[in-house]
């Protein structure tokens, strides 16, 4: 009923910038959240950063000051800035909504299809 499209990933050095964007289109009622997560090879999806309806965010402590999520009600769409990338922020970034269809009676966890994110020391 959700989908999610990412983009703006890329191969970047050490220190540059890069925007990801997410747009959630289909038959959408009311979104309450949206956020990015990213995974690392051998490592655990985590939470980057998330956006709730109403403009209370939420970073992880790694890109607290780096990073900044921002959303576009009008247009259901997600973006993060990330500014000031280090190495480590190397990862597959997946954007996450928390949405409701307009033929559902509650809210489900939709993921993008991940974007991949590379930061060259």
């Known amino acids: 009923q959700v989908q999610l499209v990412e983009s703006g990933g890329g191969l970047v050095q050490a220190g540059g910038s890069l925007r990801l964007s997410c747009a959630a289109s289909?038959?959408?009622?009311?979104?309450?959240?949206m956020g990015w997560y990213r995974q690392a090879p051998g490592k655990q999806r985590e939470l980057v950063a998330t956006?709730?309806?109403?403009?209370?965010?939420n970073y992880a402590d790694s890109v607290k000051g780096r990073f900044t999520i921002s959303v576009d009600n009008a247009k259901n769409t997600a973006y993060l800035q990330m500014n000031g990338l280090k190495f480590e922020d190397t990862a597959v970034y997946y954007c996450?909504?928390?949405?409701?269809?307009?033929?559902?009676?509650?809210?489900?966890?939709?993921w993008g299809q991940g974007t991949q994110v590379t930061v060259s020391s």
């Open positions: 996450n909504t928390r949405a409701r269809g307009w033929s559902s009676d509650r809210e489900y966890d939709y």
């Open positions: 956006f709730q309806t109403g403009g209370s965010t």
């Open positions: 289909g038959s959408i009622f009311r979104i309450s959240a």
